[in-house]
């Protein structure tokens, strides 16, 4: 018999786990053929979440429980539910239902029949989204597809079916700033997407803000392109090439016309300008410098306060 791992990153949701728990018992009571394994991450939460797992734990022997000592962030809470999982096939989903648990179903029948290594899910639309944010994610998907070799699908969920050597491969990548979307995509496979219509929450709240969502696209770009290196270093042979002209142009003005003194607001302008340039690309080039920094700590990715693994 087969064994699918459930791993589901919780942080802060005791609002929804009641709901997520209900939809996952019930899918995974219809998939006789399947043994499941749910793996709970508390990713941090000091409200009821753990409380709930641990609840769970005690009426469901499916069920497992991992809480990390703080808040690692998702993407850190996903890799302790990899890394412990034990199933032939691995799913990554949410704990707020906006990905459909009855997609799991066709999800597993793709991998059992067809040719596949990894079932993937994306949104076609963003209902219920603001629309500047979906600008900006546009915008995001379109940048990062043009600089980076990973390949990142507009709408592409973590919501996802994983034969285990899928997993393995991920789990080989033990970076430190991770960005799954990236990772999922790096490591290849073959590949479905089944698309769906986007769902809301089923309570509780997003975790990201403008803000949190904005940094994280700087992180994904920086984690999976070097291009801004490049661009920075093209804009300054730009520059470069621009004051050759005009010490040449300021040379023959002068030997023609003399040296009248003059012209000190453009100077000002050109220095305040080129200055910008600089510390912009100083910026660029620190970014890249203190993901490396971090990179050479070497720092787990998680830490487990507690759990009920064996
Ligand atoms: N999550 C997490 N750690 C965090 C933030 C989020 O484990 O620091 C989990 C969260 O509990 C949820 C999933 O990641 O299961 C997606 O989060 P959310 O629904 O807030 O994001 P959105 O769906 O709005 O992109
Ligand atoms: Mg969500």
């Known amino acids: 018999?087969?064994?699918?791992?459930?791993?589901?990153?919780?942080?802060?949701?005791?609002?929804?786990?009641?709901?997520?728990?209900?939809?996952?018992?019930?899918?995974?009571?219809?998939?006789?053929?399947?043994?499941?394994?749910?793996?709970?991450?508390?990713?941090?939460?000091?409200?009821?979440t753990l409380d709930i797992m641990k609840?769970?734990?005690?009426?469901?022997?499916?069920?497992?429980?991992?809480?990390?000592?703080?808040?690692?962030?998702?993407?850190?809470?996903?890799?302790?539910?990899?890394?412990?999982?034990?199933?032939?096939?691995?799913?990554?989903?949410?704990?707020?239902?906006?990905?459909?648990?009855?997609?799991?179903?066709?999800?597993?029948?793709?991998?059992?029949?067809?040719?596949?290594?990894?079932?993937?899910?994306?949104?076609?639309?963003?209902?219920?989204?603001?629309?500047?944010r979906s600008f900006f994610a546009k915008c995001f998907y379109k940048i990062i597809n043009k600089i980076s070799n990973a390949d990142i699908v507009d709408g592409a969920r973590d919501f996802r079916l994983m034969r285990r050597s899928v997993v393995d491969a991920i789990l080989q990548m033990k970076e430190y700033n991770r960005f799954?979307?990236?990772?999922?995509?790096?490591?290849?496979?073959?590949?479905?997407?089944?698309?769906?219509?986007?769902?809301?929450?089923?309570?509780?709240?997003?975790?990201?803000?403008f803000w949190k969502l904005f940094r994280y696209s700087i992180e994904g770009i920086i984690a999976f392109s070097t291009v801004p290196l490049v661009i920075s270093s093209f804009i300054g042979l730009i520059f470069f090439i621009i004051s050759l002209i005009m010490i040449c142009f300021i040379m023959a003005r002068t030997?023609?016309?003399?040296?009248?003194?003059?012209?000190?607001?453009?100077?000002?302008?050109?220095?305040?300008?080129?200055?910008?340039i600089q510390l912009f690309s100083t910026g660029i080039l620190g970014q890249y410098l203190a993901k490396a920094y971090m990179e050479t700590k070497n720092r787990p990715i998680y830490i487990i306060k507690e759990s009920n693994l064996e």
């Open 1 to 48: 018999m087969d064994k699918v791992s459930i791993v589901i990153p919780c942080y802060y949701e005791e609002k929804s786990l009641p709901f997520f728990y209900k939809e996952i018992n019930k899918i995974t009571k219809e998939m006789v053929s399947v043994e499941f394994e749910i793996i709970f991450v508390n990713d941090g939460s000091i409200d009821k």
């Open 55 to 132: 609840d769970y734990a005690h009426i469901d022997k499916r069920v497992k429980y991992i809480s990390l000592s703080r808040n690692f962030g998702k993407e850190s809470a996903l890799y302790a539910g990899l890394e412990n999982s034990t199933g032939d096939f691995i799913a990554v989903m949410d704990a707020d239902l906006q990905d459909p648990p009855e997609l799991l179903k066709q999800m597993y029948d793709v991998l059992i029949n067809e040719d596949y290594d990894c079932v993937a899910t994306r949104r076609v639309n963003r209902k219920g989204e603001p629309p500047i």
């Open 180 to 209: 799954s979307k990236g990772i999922f995509g790096w490591v290849g496979f073959n590949t479905k997407w089944l698309a769906y219509e986007n769902v809301e929450r089923i309570a509780g709240e997003t975790k990201w803000s």
């Open 255 to 276: 030997f023609i016309h003399g040296d009248p003194v003059a012209g000190w607001p453009s100077l000002v302008c050109i220095i305040f300008f080129v200055s910008g």
